[in-house]
């Protein structure tokens, strides 16, 4: 079965510095992997989604087959950063649409 | 667009009480999915519908029912809650069936 790690609990980092937000899965074909956020009292966002390689709020993801990773990065990390962060797998066609979450990221970023 | 909503906010049980979670979307999405949120555990999928009349469990379905009979609408049952069932709900909506695109904003239940 497919599985999900970010092996970071709580990640904190100050204003200004690079982040990264380590996601790794398991699955031996083609998978989508996303990266969700959800602020404090908000609820779940997509940031991004690995297949259209795009960058929000400055955050990029590269998808490495090799590493079986998809970590999230941001070179100059903003207060407003501060939230809990997943990364989420699916795998399969058709009308498969099991999304499997890692336990989350928290991240905060101090002044 | 109201976009994905769900009632009711908060509830408390008693062991062994049923109760619906509601959930509705207004984009005329065909893909819905209800999960749960537990500290420490991240997002669970308990059960996903692709379209009207059709849903399928997820990794955690024990204990919930589904049933979809409106694009809009996609209620979540608690057959006999149970104090393990105590969590914070998510229904989800999407108009493809690459991932989730829109998030309720969360029942938070209580089992006691």
């Known amino acids: 079965a497919q599985r999900v790690t970010q092996p970071e609990k709580l990640l904190s980092v100050f204003k200004g510095a690079p982040v990264e937000l380590k996601c790794n899965y398991s699955?031996?074909?083609?998978?989508?992997l996303f990266w969700y956020v959800q602020y404090s009292r908000q609820r779940l966002q997509l940031l991004l989604r690995h297949i259209s390689r795009e960058s929000i709020k400055g955050f990029t993801a590269d998808l490495n087959k090799g590493e079986t990773s998809f970590h999230l990065k941001k070179p100059f990390a903003q207060e407003e950063d501060s939230a809990m962060y997943y990364c989420?797998?699916?795998?399969?066609?058709?009308?498969?649409?099991?999304?499997?979450f890692g336990k989350g990221t928290l991240l905060t970023v101090n002044p | 667009n109201a976009g994905v909503t769900q009632t009711p906010k908060f509830q408390v049980l008693k062991t062994g009480q049923s109760m619906t979670l509601q959930c509705a979307q207004d984009?005329?999405?065909?893909?819905m999915s209800w999960y749960r949120q537990d500290p420490g555990m991240g997002l669970r999928l308990i059960h996903y519908?692709?379209?009207?009349?059709?849903?399928d469990q997820g990794e955690v379905p024990n204990g919930y029912n589904v049933s979809r009979s409106t694009t809009e609408d996609f209620p979540l049952r608690l057959l006999s809650a149970a104090p393990s069932q105590t969590s914070v709900y998510f229904c989800?909506?999407?108009?493809?069936?690459?991932?989730?695109?829109?998030f309720g904003p969360g029942t938070r239940l209580t089992v006691t």
């Open positions: 699955y031996s074909g083609s998978p989508e």
């Open positions: 984009m005329n999405h065909e893909y």
């Open positions: 519908s692709v379209g009207a009349g059709i849903t």
């Open positions: 989800a909506s999407s108009y493809s069936v690459k991932g989730v695109r829109y």
């Open positions: 989420a797998l699916q795998v399969g066609g058709g009308s498969n649409y099991k999304l499997t």
